[in-house]
């Protein structure tokens, strides 16, 4: 081997090397990035406040006939913990778990239009929400039926059918 192509060869290596150093160093301040967003996401306290607004809202929404409102609260209330799958992603199987299974006969109610099988799901899965918070930690907070929807902008009447809600 020549002296030449040893010293091209001592080049390319310490290229190659100051190369991959720098790709560590982009993949580190990526990580730190992408840690960053993560940290400005909600976690649950944020989202909760929404579930509970939505979950008041609903009851009233099927009580006045407006099915479509009660699913289109239904549907968002679940949304609403989306960010918790990635800063809360344990966590939000539990939530996951909860809207498929104690919260499923309120949403099928809601489908059927069934005002009086609706009310009973409606106040049993209450105690599934508080069970929720008790098992977390947070048995000081207990979720209430309040006697007048959370947001009063809405006409809770409007007659609709629950497959109103656009996809
Ligand atoms: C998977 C468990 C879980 C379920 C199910 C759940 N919650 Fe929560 N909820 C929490 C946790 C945890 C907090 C406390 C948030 C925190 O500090 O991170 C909370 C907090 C809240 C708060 C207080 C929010 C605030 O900061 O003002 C309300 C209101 C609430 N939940 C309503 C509900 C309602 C209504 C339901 C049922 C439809 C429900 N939650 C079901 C876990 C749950």
């Given at each position: 081997m020549s002296r030449h192509t040893v010293r091209i060869m001592v080049a390319a290596t310490l290229f190659a090397l100051s190369a991959g150093i720098a790709h560590a160093a982009d993949a580190a301040d990526t990580q730190k990035q992408i840690d960053a967003i993560k940290g400005a996401l909600p976690k649950f306290a944020i989202p909760m406040r929404e579930v509970g607004d939505r979950f008041q809202n609903m009851y009233f929404a099927a009580k006045g006939g407006n099915w479509a409102l009660a699913a289109y609260m239904s549907k968002y209330m679940y949304g609403a913990l989306n960010p918790a799958k990635v800063t809360k992603p344990d966590e939000y199987k539990a939530w996951q778990a909860f809207y498929e299974g104690a919260f499923a006969p309120v949403e099928k109610a809601i489908q059927a239009k069934d005002l009086k099988g609706f009310e009973k799901e409606y106040a049993a899965v209450v105690d599934s929400c508080n069970g929720c918070h008790s098992g977390m930690?947070?048995?000081?907070i207990k979720v209430v039926k309040q006697k007048a929807a959370s947001d009063v902008g809405i006409d809770y009447r409007v007659k609709s059918q629950p497959g109103d809600v656009p996809k």
């Open positions: 930690g947070y048995g000081f």
